[in-house]
């Protein structure tokens, strides 16, 4: 009788962190290009304390990604946006992470030297979560040419249909 009790409580939780962890949305397609709104523009200073703004990147796909150090989620994507960095840059493909940490640079510098960013880094505050619409972790966004977004997502994102969709944004032209 215990065995069958604590096999369905262990089936449970499995199946609670399995529901945590799915994404809000499972990436299909990105929004149809005429209905595309335009990405607001922020100027933060990078990791290395040079400006970064996201309008200097018109004529690239742009994978923005809102993370913190404290967020499982996050560090499940981070690799695989370094791969899709490695694997896309020279076709257009511009990564950016926004921490979203609240102790900023304290806790994201050693995050950075420990896991080797190959993309740029910036301190985002509640001003710019809150026009991104960024209420939970992590939220990517996919940024057209054009620098209107494509898609959004609330939760850890599909990486098979997500590369798919980078894919789909790096054929279209800039107009």
């Known amino acids: 009788?215990?065995?069958?009790?604590?096999?369905?409580?262990?089936?449970g939780i499995a199946l609670a962190l399995?529901?945590?962890?799915?994404?809000?949305?499972?990436?299909?397609s990105t929004t149809?290009?005429?209905?595309r709104k335009a990405a607001p523009d922020f100027n933060l200073n990078d990791s290395k304390g040079f400006p970064l703004k996201l309008s200097d990147y018109k004529g690239r796909v742009v994978l923005l990604d809102f993370w913190a150090t404290w967020c499982h989620g996050c560090k499940t994507e981070i690799p695989w946006y370094m791969e899709f960095q490695r694997k896309y840059k020279g076709r257009g493909l511009a990564v950016i992470g926004v921490s979203m940490d609240d102790d900023g640079w304290k806790s994201v510098r050693p995050f950075l030297r420990e896991h080797q960013f190959n993309y740029p880094v910036v301190i985002g505050n509640q001003d710019l979560a809150k026009v991104y619409g960024v209420?939970?972790?992590?939220?990517t966004l996919l940024i057209d040419r054009q620098g209107k977004i494509a898609d959004s997502y609330s939760g850890v994102v599909n990486k098979d249909g997500f590369e798919r969709e980078i894919q789909t944004l790096l054929q279209e032209r800039a107009k």
């Open 1 to 11: 009788m215990f065995h069958r009790v604590f096999a369905a409580i262990a089936l």
């Open 18 to 28: 399995a529901l945590l962890m799915w994404p809000t949305r499972v990436p299909a």
């Open 32 to 35: 149809d290009s005429g209905l």
């Open 135 to 139: 209420d939970s972790m992590p939220v």
